[in-house]
């Protein structure tokens, strides 16, 4: 495969949806509340809508964000995240690391995406995914922190190995609700 042009590339940050109240369970546990779960389909609507199904998906791994991606996937495909009438499946990576993550190390994910890799989903947690948005541009960044189901668009101007501080404009911005 053939490195993408930089102005081809879309990173989406995802909050994840709506999840229960913590309780008795680890953090990590949690599930979604079932208002997330029909935020997660609409962001999943949505983005099928604005043509920016992912290539590769990168999800923290704690419950809430998987079930996120799950929600996601049904609402972009209609069809469980094997693939269907929206296209391939993505590539999905979940990744530990991305639970309780400071801008830095979300961005260290991303930074190993493949070069022919076109649109990229990053689904995480407060307060990094919302630092992370403001890293990528600190002048369209929402100053507080995004909501849950909030999705925000950014398009670099360089690769994603070569991605960094002011590096992707925010174009476009959305809070899923189901």
Known sequence: MTDVHAED???VLLRHAKAEVPGEPPDTDRPLASRGRADAAAAGAWLARHELLPDVVICSAAR??????HGVALGMTG???EGGPAGPAPV?????DAYE???EDLLALVRQ???DARTVLLIAHNPGISLLSALLDPERADRDEL????????RP?????????GRAAITARHTARG
């Open 157 to 165: 101007t360089v690769g994603w190995a070569e991605l960094d501080r």
């Open 79 to 81: 069809s469980p995240p």
């Open 92 to 96: 999905v990576r979940y990744e530990s």
């Open 113 to 115: 995406v493949e070069p």
């Open 9 to 11: 590339r879309t990173l």
């Open 147 to 154: 909501r849950t189901s909030d999705i925000v668009v950014h």
């Open 101 to 103: 993550a400071h801008p």
């Open 64 to 69: 809430r964000t998987r079930e996120t991606w």
